[in-house]
């Protein structure tokens, strides 16, 4: 598989609309300037869900998608070296997701999971 073809591999998708909803009200939220995250402490050893949402305040298509993809390169870039069992996680895109550095929305994206609880390796 190719570089731009890889996928989350510590972590599940959540894709379906009754998820997502079940992480707003059941979990616990988490602004940051550049990522708002809503998480969700399950009882059990499952491997980790993460979902990505943008709205339209955001941009047009083009603007959503490109936060998309940056939000999951930094779940990416994070999960490589941490597990996030019984975790199910929805990270929120704001217009600064679109705009600041890389590395500022992975510092804020670990500051918020510490925030949360969630331990993490280096």
């Known amino acids: ?11 599940l998708r959540l894709k379906k609309r009754v ?8 979990g616990q939220k988490v602004p940051t300037s550049s990522v708002v995250l ?8 499952e491997a980790g869900r993460v979902g990505f949402t943008v709205t339209k305040k955001v941009g047009n298509s083009v603007v959503r998608n ?20 019984g975790i199910d996680m929805v ?3 704001r ?19 510490h925030k949360a609880g969630v331990v993490l390796n280096k």
């Not at 217009?95 to 999971?113: C, G, H, M, N």
């Open 1 to 11: 598989m190719t570089d731009t073809g890889k996928k989350l591999q510590s972590v």
């Open 19 to 26: 998820q997502f909803l079940n992480v707003a009200a059941n």
């Open 38 to 45: 809503q998480l969700l402490h399950r009882n059990d050893c």
């Open 66 to 85: 490109r936060v998309k993809r940056r939000l999951r390169g930094v779940m990416q870039e994070i999960a490589q070296k941490n597990s996030f069992q």
């Open 91 to 93: 990270m929120i895109g």
């Open 95 to 113: 217009k600064s997701t679109f705009e600041k550095p890389y590395q500022a929305i992975v510092k804020d994206f670990r500051w918020a999971l």
